[in-house]
């Protein structure tokens, strides 16, 4: 998204790692007569915490991550793209974060291969096919069983996919698009089967990435941030109707309620938590949500068996 220049460069909080970086962007782009620059919203989804976070920055692409994860000590898990933000970011935090990768993005390099190599693109996509089957086989299961059950019959399909690319995919070449798809799988093993070793990990951030849709509607509307504060008021606010409508929220309510109770001067901000608030305002709980994304996951799954129905009669 479009940042308008200020007239002046914003005032800086020496405490704030964010705002410094936001300051010399925006000096920089001044001194060289730009009128606005390109601003980056970044969306986090909890898996333990059902919340979505916004963060809004000023400053170099990878910044995102490393200001809001290592500048604040996070310890744990990035399940993201291979983007260079979220690939160097076990090294820049000195091992604390762990870089996971969205094995959607893999399946991607397969099909888009479909047309350059399409009895290797085939075969890759029913590897992956296979994987996602199992996801939906254990997605009800708790953390503990899921990992024993990915281990048990997902780690064997990532084995077999390892000895496909290493045997009867020795002589495709990297200049090809099922040499990219080759190449980006073995380049991003390690991080692909990462949510083997724990069961609370999703196969993919596509979850997440289904919350730029709300950035991209916003912007479309917007058109630009017309200051720094903005942003960040924008990211916080996007923060708190995101979270609400995860948490099944009345999100008029919720919002109003929070408001209220920070300006009253409350500093209880464990109970303003989305889930923590439904449990002490049950009457804003929109429980037909629940049906609704029951009903859609009924449908989903009845798609994929279908599918695999289909490929078993062709096979």
Not at 134 to 139: F, G, H, M, N, S
Not at 147 to 161: G, M, N, S
Request: with cysteine.
């Amino acid at each position: 998204m479009l940042l308008l220049l200020p007239k002046d460069i914003p005032k800086i909080d020496e405490d704030d790692p964010k705002s410094r970086r936001a300051a010399e962007v925006i000096a920089k782009a001044k001194e060289e007569n730009a009128k606005s620059v390109r601003a980056k919203m970044w969306a986090y989804r909890g898996v333990s915490v059902p919340i979505n976070v916004f963060d809004f920055t000023v400053s170099r692409h990878r910044d995102g991550p490393d200001l809001f994860l290592i500048d604040r000590d996070y310890e744990g898990t990035l399940l993201g793209d291979c983007y260079g933000a979220n690939t160097g970011i076990h090294m820049r935090s000195n091992g604390l974060v762990v870089h996971a990768a969205c094995v959607a993005h893999a399946r991607r390099k397969a099909e888009y291969a479909l047309g350059n190599h399409r009895e290797h693109a085939t075969a890759l996509l029913k590897c992956f096919n296979r994987l996602y089957d199992l996801e939906d086989q254990c997605r009800h299961m708790d953390w503990d069983a899921r990992f024993a059950f990915r281990q048990e019959h997902a780690l064997p399909v990532w084995t077999l996919l390892r000895s496909y690319l290493e045997n009867e995919m020795s002589k495709v070449s990297t200049k090809e698009k099922i040499g990219e798809a080759k190449g980006y799988l073995l380049n991003q093993w390690d991080g692909l089967v990462k949510y083997l070793g724990d069961g609370r990990i999703p196969i993919d951030n596509n979850e997440c990435e289904q919350l730029m849709k709300q950035v991209a509607l916003g912007r479309k509307n917007w058109l630009f941030i017309g200051s720094v504060a903005a942003g960040y008021r924008t990211a916080d606010l996007m923060t708190l109707c995101s979270s609400a409508i995860r948490n099944d929220l009345d999100v008029y309510a919720y919002i109003k309620d929070v408001l209220d109770t920070l300006l009253s001067g409350s500093t209880d901000y464990a109970s303003l938590r989305p889930d923590a608030w439904a449990k002490s305002h049950p009457e804003s709980v929109r429980h037909y949500r629940a049906e609704e994304r029951r009903q859609r996951n009924a449908r989903r799954d009845r798609a994929r068996l279908d599918r695999r129905l289909s490929q078993s009669e062709s096979e």
